[in-house]
């Protein structure tokens, strides 16, 4: 290998851009048109395809999961009204127990099902072992829901703390990223500067499922402790430990 | 004042201007998501026999946006130039669509144009062009701006090349740029999305963006996309900030809603110009926009996503930019449900902005939960090739792994000059030639050299 194709390996080592340093080049590569077609499938798939809300039910037992569905009837709903994909059908709502309750743990498709699969139901029940002593209500699973569901629940359910995960919108590189949202006083309504929240939690170079259970579990002990989150709580669990 | 149109032995009532506007729009989600889109497809034509027959001196009298609520109104209306407008003061909507086709208006007669016509004049007459007739007018207007090189003229397509990076890592975005530098890209601006917003890292991103355009001597300018009030405050601390970037809107709540004001971005645009780092001219602004933003801020006063567009080129215009451009697919899909809408609004987005004399580019992308593929991409820029689009915007292999969307790639930039016969900038295609990098030939005389040179300045 010449010391010019060394140095250009070395390049694209330093960025996950899609770098072909090719001098001259013509037209992009078959193996990069068809790499590129994989990827975006994977993201569409992603985005298109339902949850396997039975494995999650089964990956969070014995605790009790609640199934229920925002106000989006299909995943084209879902993307063309914002709004609905906040709100719960009406029966369901009647549906869940009233609390109180220290926190609500609800886990929503977003935009991607991957995400909720693969992760989804393994993170719950870390954190469920992680919270075992505080009183925590059933497991909320929302079809076609958006983070703003969880103000709803929440206050359906009487909970001083709401925690949504859900899937985030793939990219060509990752398309099963999950994120979490904490939110104080849940209510239909809550600006989004009222929510912390933890992003990125996949197997693909992000937030292991360990660490965020220590993210999300520092975040829930400081935000009981202070009373408050969003803009008036910084994520500090990297360097002040976490509170008996 | 109401209008009306029968059609069918249907009258079909309007209840506002408004309301004509957002019926007469080609169907788009975000329309229908505000509850603004015409109730039938007979509806929408009906609203276009209205727009067709209303006289353009209507929208003199009739703001969308009252004057007293809303500073876009107050800048658009203060600074029209009456004189200009005399020759199409007796217009209607339809009149100027049919003049706007016309031979009569050539390249002179639209850049005189520019100042006599509000940005709903141009949107409403948007609404009544097919997208051969936004083709058409817009590939006849030249706009030039100038900082380091020229930007705009006929027969030349600029890129910005954008050599983003998840966690900013300085090396890798050395990588992208030589990457970019080697299909002949980024002539329009070097141009970063900062992963971190924080004033040291963006100082940091600055510092060795220009110390890298001055190892290679290279004609072109650096951005580093960040808020119109950091820019300031690095400018204050003597960083070198070439262009000022920001994200703008057609209605002052939704300029608000973005953090900034007509008065932040005059106190931005002066400070830009005290640097007097344009070598060739003084076009220190960088501006974008997209058909929905307005919408996504809950400020939208009941008016059609196109119109409120166009009202945020008013804003770009009275800090005469060296760059424009829509980020058409980038809004989302409850604005811009798919690729035929997708287009289309890029398409009304580049002519609108050029009618008003801006120096437009358009980002052709999307998000991956858009309705649109690399087939669609393809469509777009082949019109805005065809259109005269001033700039497009190229990422590695149409991967932006740090805004995680995709945009045109090198390789598309360097197609649409064959395709079409352009070239960069000049003064960039005369560097490029200089040091081996035109036309793909990869004749660089020492790449090893250029390479580890690239890299001492990350």
Known sequence: ??????????????????????????????????????????????????????????????????????????????????????????????????????????????????????????????????FADLNVAPVVLVEQGRVGIGDEVGAALGADLVLVLVGERPGLSVTNSLGAYLTRSPKVGTPDSARNCVSNIHGKGGLSLADATHKINWLVRYARKLGVTGVGLKDLSDTVPLLD | MSYSHVAGGETHRFQSLAQVMAAATPLRSGDELAGLAASSEANRVAARYVLADLPLTTFLTEALIPYEADEVTRLILDTHDVAAFAPFRSMTVGDLRNWLLSEAADGPALARAAPALTPEMVAAVSKLMRNQDLIEVASRIEVVTRFRNTVGLKGHLSTRLQPNHPSDDLRGIAAAILDGLLQGTGDAVIGINPASDSIANCTDLLKALDGFRQEFDVPTQSCVLTHVTNSIQIIEAGGPVDLVFQSIAGTQAANDGFGVSLSVLKEAHEAALSLNRGTLGQNVMYFETGQGAPLSAEAHHGVDQQTLEVRAYAVARAFDPLLLNTVVGFIGPEYLYNGKQVIRAGLEDHFCAKLLGLPMGVDVCYTNHVDADQDDMDTLMCLLGASGVNFVICVPGSDDVMLSYQSLAFEDARWMQRRFGTRPAPEFDAWLQKVGLSDGTGALSDMNHFVKRLGKVA
């Open chain 1, 1 to 130: 290998m010449s010391e010019l194709e060394e140095a250009f390996r070395a390049l694209k080592r330093l960025t996950p851009s899609r770098l072909r340093l090719e001098p001259g080049a013509g037209a992009a590569p078959l193996s990069a048109v068809l790499d590129f077609q994989a990827s975006h499938a994977s993201a569409r798939d992603a985005i298109t395809m339902p949850v396997d809300w039975a494995g999650v039910t089964r990956a969070i037992a014995p605790a009790e999961a609640i199934a229920v569905h925002s106000r989006a009837d299909s995943r084209e709903v879902y993307i063309r009204r914002p709004d609905l994909g906040r709100r719960l059908r009406e029966a369901d709502l009647a549906r869940l127990p009233k609390g109180p309750f220290d926190l609500a743990i609800v886990v929503a498709d977003g935009l991607s099902a991957h995400a909720v699969n693969d992760n989804g139901g393994a993170l719950v029940a870390a954190l469920l072992a992680a």
